[in-house]
């Protein structure tokens, strides 16, 4: 869902993270950090160094969001004014 999601945004090349020239250490945390993630939605972005944030989210999500946004873990953020 994740890849139909940004697919649907424009055109994005197979492997976004070649795109952004993310270190392989960066995506592999990233994908880590996923499995702990309860939302599905944010599960399959995080791979990409996308996230949401939202008031829809448990707590854990969203520190984990803000965490990696504060550590420049993200290219992209789409967030509502929670």
Do not use: C, W
Request: net charge negative.
């Amino acid at each position: 869902m994740g890849y139909t999601l940004v697919k649907n945004l424009g055109e994005v090349p197979p492997d976004i993270n070649k795109l952004n020239n993310v270190s392989y250490q960066t995506v592999h945390a990233l994908e880590r950090d996923s499995q702990s993630i309860s939302d599905p939605t944010l599960k399959d972005l995080l791979p990409f160094e996308i996230a949401i944030h939202h008031a829809g989210l448990s707590r854990a999500d969203r520190s984990l969001v803000e965490g990696l946004f504060s550590g420049g873990s993200l290219s992209l953020l789409i967030s509502t004014t929670t």
